[in-house]
């Protein structure tokens, strides 16, 4: 890959950039990450904007982001690095359930989906694993991809907001948490008229009949999920 030969010209170790928004877990990444003699943490960010802003300027050979950022996703954030920078490979490290955002984390161009909750080792394992060239995934994900290639969509038990695309469930999850069209309209950065065609296509993808159903079917999602 073309950004990581320039960078081992001015460095021996692997400069992996990382995308978190809780310090006290960055904080203990990068520590991780540091211990390592080949890696070498060269920056932080806690949103998108900073993220990108410093990736530009430093140009990493390796990107560490969560799903769930400040004032942003994760998901849009790997399209956007791997849309500007499709040399560097991602690696999605989160808490939320990976039978709901593995794949849409892999489709979105990352190299591999990893829960918290794994051993430290495991993401020096992941990293090392992408850098060969190769996905990372949990056993469990890498058997349901492979089962749905086999088998197809239709025999495999899906959660139901699979049928909803990225943006639609990144606004699902507001509604879920509380807020309002207005209120998700400017967390996105979007106009009020598209979170309300966001709302109707994902009444219309749930079976849902009214806005009142719509909040009450998100709110008890987020308190199954966990998300």
């Avoid at 998901?75 to 490979?89: C, H, N, T």
């Avoid at 993808?205 to 909040?215: F, G, M, R, T, W």
Wanted: overall charge negative; aromatic content about 4%; proline content about 2%.
């Amino acid at each position: 890959m073309a950004g990581m030969q320039e960078r081992q010209k001015l460095s021996d170790k692997i400069q992996i950039f990382l995308v978190e928004d809780h310090p006290i877990f960055r904080k203990g990444l990068a520590e991780i990450l540091n211990s390592q003699k080949h890696f070498e943490v060269c920056g932080e960010a806690e949103d998108a904007l900073e993220a990108l802003t410093a990736i530009k300027e430093k140009r990493p050979d390796f990107v560490i982001l969560d799903v769930s950022l400040k004032n942003s996703s994760g998901i849009e954030l790997i399209k956007d690095i791997k849309l500007r920078y499709s040399d560097i490979p991602i690696l999605t490290l989160s808490m939320h359930d990976e039978a709901i955002y593995a794949e849409r984390a892999l489709r979105a161009g990352a190299r591999g989906y990893l829960m918290k909750q794994e051993a430290p080792e495991t993401v020096v394992k992941a990293v090392t694993h992408i850098l060969g060239g190769n996905i990372y995934v949990s056993d469990k994900i890498a058997t349901r991809m492979f089962n749905k290639l086999i088998e197809g969509q239709s025999n495999i038990e899906n959660s139901p907001v699979d049928i909803l695309t990225d943006r639609e469930l990144e606004v699902f999850q507001l509604i879920g948490r509380g807020l309002g069209t207005r209120q998700i309209a400017q967390k996105l950065h979007v106009s009020v008229k598209t979170i309300e065609n966001h709302r109707a296509h994902i009444k219309e993808k749930l079976n849902l009949s009214s806005a009142i159903e719509l909040v009450q079917h998100a709110t008890l999602w987020i308190q199954e999920e966990g998300v």
